[in-house]
């Protein structure tokens, strides 16, 4: 069993729709949680970073984390088709070494 | 670009040849991270460096693999005797000592033929 699983998508919405992404996690140690965006052929991009349970809302995205049932998600509002690519979920503990989901790959149609 | 920078971006080679990536970690950043992604994988990860102190590998480094920071700036990482499961694109990432944010670069893209 990995440590961290992803919902593999793929995704497809409308424009303007929300975006719902989810990973589980087995190691307890993780306290850092990540959201990364990759477009195609290129390297990931960080997009949200959270530390311990809670809620973080940057723009349209919001990320959320819940430590006692290892689950975080992130919420795309008001989908745009520039949204369109693989969302990867990534977390660590204090050795900064991140493990990662498989990734979701979105499609937000126009 | 202060970003990480990674060269060559892509690269086509023959199976038993030997390949080099280089990372440029953005200026400061004293841990400086290799990871491997297959596709519709997401990355794993292969080794870090602190300075120039490789201080953990991952099981997916086998003995052909093997990763240098040698003045604790750039780092290489060198493939021998290509096999075609070495087919990945080659991350590297950078984050500055006691830092949140880990940078990753565009990505070296192996394709062993």
């Known amino acids: 069993q990995k440590e961290v699983e992803q919902d593999p998508g793929p995704l497809s919405v409308p424009e303007g729709a929300i975006v719902s992404l989810n990973c589980t996690y087995s190691?307890?140690?993780?306290?850092?949680f990540m959201w990364y965006r990759q477009y195609s052929r290129k390297g990931p991009e960080l997009l949200m970073y959270t530390y311990s349970s809670g809620n973080k809302e940057d723009g349209r995205f919001t990320a959320q984390v819940d430590k006692s049932s290892k689950y975080i998600s992130l919420f795309i509002r008001d989908s745009q088709p520039s949204d369109s690519a693989t969302y990867l979920c990534?977390?660590?503990?204090?050795?900064?070494?991140?493990?990662f989901g498989a990734g979701t790959t979105v499609t937000v149609r126009a | 670009d202060t970003g990480v920078s990674q060269d060559p971006r892509h690269k086509i080679t023959k199976r038993g040849q030997n390949v080099t990536f280089r990372c440029d970690p953005i200026?400061?950043?004293?841990?400086l991270y290799w990871y491997r992604q297959t596709l519709g994988q997401g990355p794993e990860f292969l080794t870090y460096f602190q300075n120039e102190a490789q201080l953990e590998k991952s099981r997916l480094l086998s003995d052909r693999f093997s990763a240098e920071r040698p003045k604790g700036s750039f780092s290489t990482l060198e493939i021998q005797r290509t096999e075609q499961g070495d087919s990945a694109m080659y991350l590297c990432a950078s984050i500055v000592q006691a830092g949140n944010t880990i940078y990753f670069g565009e990505g070296s893209w192996l394709t062993v033929v």
């Open positions: 990534a977390m660590r503990s204090n050795d900064y070494k991140l493990s």
């Open positions: 200026s400061e950043h004293n841990r």
């Open positions: 190691n307890s140690a993780f306290q850092y």
